[in-house]
T-cell receptor, first 111, second 114 residues
Framework: SQQGEEDPQALSIQEGENATMNCSYK?????LQWYRQNSGRGLVHLIL?????REKHSGRLRVTLDTSKKSSSLLITASRAADTASYFC???????????FGTGTQLKVEL | NAGVTQTPKFRVLKTGQSMTLLCAQD?????MYWYRQDPGMGLRLIHY???????AKGEVPDGYNVSRLKKQNFLLGLESAAPSQTSVYFC?????????????FGQGTRLTVV
């Protein structure tokens, strides 16, 4: 089974609205990352938050991490049509140096 | 700077045929990964490597083999392709272990097994 599960699986919003997607994971982590994937392309790194951090910002992105609940959220503010993509959380676990991904949220931003 | 390059980009195989997917990175990264992506399943880790000459199994290793003879290359082999291996394969590399650094991805290889 996969380490991360994103929620919702799909999200459709209007341009200018905020988009929030959530990630839950199963085991303890060293850090959590969010990636974006445009259709038919490879994944691109967005932001990394370490296990001792609770919130991090990068431009229009805001990520929170709650290790007690084993969950993270990604907020995209003032969304644009160009934000249409799939978003994945990824967790780095110690020991094996594995980087494992969730199932993704498909975001569609409509004009 | 090419980053991560996957070869080939597309391939159609017949059941039982073998092939090797090549991943090359020019960033001097220690860690390299092979994933497969299927609809609704996200990315699943097949095998990974934490350095030249090392390999380890991921979540779905059956039917695949890998080799890391050179630091910059990570090869994924299918010895006897099956229709269940129809997927999009992604290679990734990172500079620091334990997932501490961002991963750079190739553009993917779309494999169809008929």
């Amino acid at each position: 089974s996969q380490q991360g599960e994103e929620d919702p699986q799909a999200l459709s919003i209007q341009e200018g609205e905020n988009a929030t997607m959530n990630c839950s994971y199963k085991t303890s982590i060293n850090n959590l990352q969010w990636y974006r994937q445009n259709s038919g392309r490879g994944l691109v790194h967005l932001i990394l938050i370490r296990s001792n951090e609770r919130e991090k910002h990068s431009g229009r992105l805001r990520v929170t991490l709650d290790t007690s609940k084993k969950s993270s959220s990604l907020l995209i503010t003032a969304s644009r049509a160009a934000d249409t993509a799939s978003y994945f959380c990824a967790t780095g676990t110690g020991g094996g140096n594995k980087l494992t991904f969730g199932t993704g949220t498909q975001l569609k931003v409509e004009l | 700077n090419a980053g991560v390059t996957q070869t080939p980009k597309f391939r159609v195989l017949k059941t039982g045929q073998s092939m090797t997917l090549l991943c090359a990175q020019d960033m001097n990264h220690e860690y390299m990964y092979w994933y497969r992506q299927d609809p609704g399943m996200g990315l699943r880790l097949i095998h990974y490597s934490v350095g030249e000459g090392t390999t380890a199994k991921g979540e779905v290793p059956d039917g695949y083999n890998v080799s890391r003879l050179k630091k910059q290359n990570f090869l994924l082999g299918l010895e006897s392709a099956a229709p269940s291996q129809t997927s999009v394969y992604f290679c990734a590399s990172t500079n620091i272990g334990q997932g501490a650094a961002e991963a750079f991805f190739g553009q993917g290889t779309r494999l169809t097994v008929v």
